[in-house]
């Protein structure tokens, strides 16, 4: 299994300038108390807010993450952000393939793969959403859908590339509807992802590759949703959001 477990904030289109500095600010007071020994840290806002919490965390061990980012390198893309552009206000993650991105801008397993390939190349790090939605849950489709997504999404990712990537685990349906999944329905999907990655690439990448869970995490479940040992971490939404309930989370993945 990975080293290290990972938990990440994604607080989406939440949080100005100073509502992002304050969080920053908190959760560094957390950082000089305590020492994480295996699990790292993921702060992701919104563009506006990157370079200004990048500054507030200097020093700590909290990492920077960005929600989206554009594959083309430069030139007239009106409203998009570049890899590069990531890269100079500190990130060092990038949500790629969120639910949100596919649901709402139409983002295709073709375009999530192009974005990843062009966030390796960069040198940032993506953290590639997959899962199945309520009718797909419904209809016991989950393994075909996330077989899909991942075949598509690490397309021609070497396996170089693979070290770099952490896969989140989030279904649809367990996403900001405070219904979460169960540990055991985490685990066998996290198994299952296991599986594709052994075929695609090897035993190694498939022991190794971090596989983080989101969905309607809280301090509530997120210990008894950390415990499958194939089950790496949290991606956190709406919980994320308050410093307090955010540190709870990272304690409950720490203490596991
Ligand atoms: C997410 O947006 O990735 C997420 C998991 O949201 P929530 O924790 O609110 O369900």
Redesign the pocket.
């Known amino acids: 299994m990975p080293n290290k477990k990972l938990i990440a904030a994604?607080w989406?289109m939440n949080k100005g300038l100073v509502q992002s500095q304050q969080f920053a600010d908190e959760l560094k007071k957390y950082f000089e108390k305590y020492k994480l020994t295996d699990t790292e840290v993921v702060l992701c806002p919104p563009f506006t807010s990157l370079d200004a919490v990048n500054k507030k965390i200097a020093g700590t061990p909290i990492k920077l993450g960005a929600q989206n980012m554009y594959f083309e390198t430069i030139g007239a893309y009106t409203g998009e952000i570049s890899a590069g552009m990531l890269k100079s206000c500190g990130c060092e993650y990038v949500i790629l393939g969120?639910s949100?991105r596919r649901q709402y801008f139409n983002e295709t397993n073709a375009i999530i793969n192009k974005k990843v390939l062009k966030a390796l190349d960069e040198g940032l790090k993506p953290i590639v959403?997959v899962g199945e939605n309520l009718q797909e849950h419904e209809d016991k489709l989950t393994e075909s859908v996330i077989d899909e997504q991942i075949t598509v999404c690490l397309s021609h990712v070497s396996e170089e590339g693979i070290a770099n990537v952490t896969i989140?685990y989030?279904p649809v349906w367990?996403?900001?509807?405070g219904k979460n999944a169960t540990p055991h329905q985490a685990e066998s999907v996290h198994n299952f992802l296991r599986k594709k990655l052994k075929k695609m690439y090897n035993d190694d990448v498939s022991k190794n590759t971090k596989i983080i869970y989101?969905?309607?995490?809280t301090p509530e479940n997120a210990k008894e949703l950390f415990t499958p040992q194939t089950v790496n971490g949290g991606?956190?939404?709406?919980?994320s959001l308050e410093a307090e309930k955010f540190i709870k989370i990272i304690n409950a993945s720490n203490s596991k």
């Open positions: 994604n989406k969120h949100e959403c989140a989030e367990a996403i900001g509807t989101g969905g309607s995490v991606l956190i939404g709406g919980a």
